[in-house]
């Protein structure tokens, strides 16, 4: 992407951040759809500009390489909350619960650091349980500064999790599929049953009472 496209792509991010008049405070999550792994919040407030800045966009828009380069510039420059459900949080209050759950925990620890005025969250649904003022974008990570940059952080904390869990537990190929329902991972579920990283209650239909555990 050339040069002018992306200032223009950072310019119009950062435009829509700043029509609030506020210190903004942009959430999103990654991992609401595997049947492994915790799901990931990230809460992220841009501080200031820096140069790779411009290059930030919807993670899932970027190559891993990128997330990843893109990651180590946005921890120091801006202000960044990483919060996290585990599987057995999923598993007993349900993945939008636990979600929320990840989200507060981000914001958390942005507020230990920084004070702001609202949060724009990814999505359709407010963040059950925030007290504080808030707003739901769809597509947001495509129209927000703070919450594109927000999707990188929760985007590559999981991955690297996932592959550490890959690392117990390497028959599973978790550092390829990063917990997603593939062809192979499926596959591997029933040869192997699950694992301690499994979610549950997302495996009744494939193992249909099979589950064996590891």
């Not at 792509?9 to 049947?35: C, H, S, T, W």
């Not at 636990?98 to 999505?123: C, H, P, W, Y």
């Amino acid at each position: 992407m050339c040069k002018d496209k992306l200032e223009n792509q950072k310019n119009e991010l950062m435009e829509f951040d700043e029509k609030y008049n506020k210190i903004v405070v942009g959430v999103d999550e990654a991992g609401r759809g595997p049947l492994a792994g915790p799901v990931v919040a990230g809460a992220v407030i841009v501080i200031q500009d820096f140069p790779e800045l411009q290059e930030i966009n919807d993670s899932k828009k970027l190559t891993e390489k990128k997330r990843e380069r893109l990651f180590e510039a946005i921890e120091k420059n801006c202000i960044v909350g990483i919060g996290i459900a585990s599987e057995k949080e999923i598993d007993e209050m349900n993945i939008l619960n636990a979600t929320f759950l990840a989200m507060r925990r981000a914001i958390n620890q942005v507020a230990e650091k920084s004070a702001f005025d609202i949060v724009l969250v990814d999505g359709n649904h407010l963040i059950r349980e925030y007290e504080g003022e808030q707003e739901c974008i769809v597509k947001g990570d495509s129209k927000s500064l703070a919450i594109a940059t927000a999707s990188i952080v929760a985007k590559v904390t999981r991955d690297r999790m996932l592959c550490e869990i890959a690392k117990e537990f390497p028959e599973y190929q978790f550092e390829k599929h990063k917990g997603y329902g593939t062809k192979k991972h499926r596959e591997i579920l029933l040869e192997k049953g699950a694992c301690r990283y499994h979610r549950k209650t997302f495996l009744k239909k494939i193992l249909d009472g099979s589950e064996k555990k590891k």
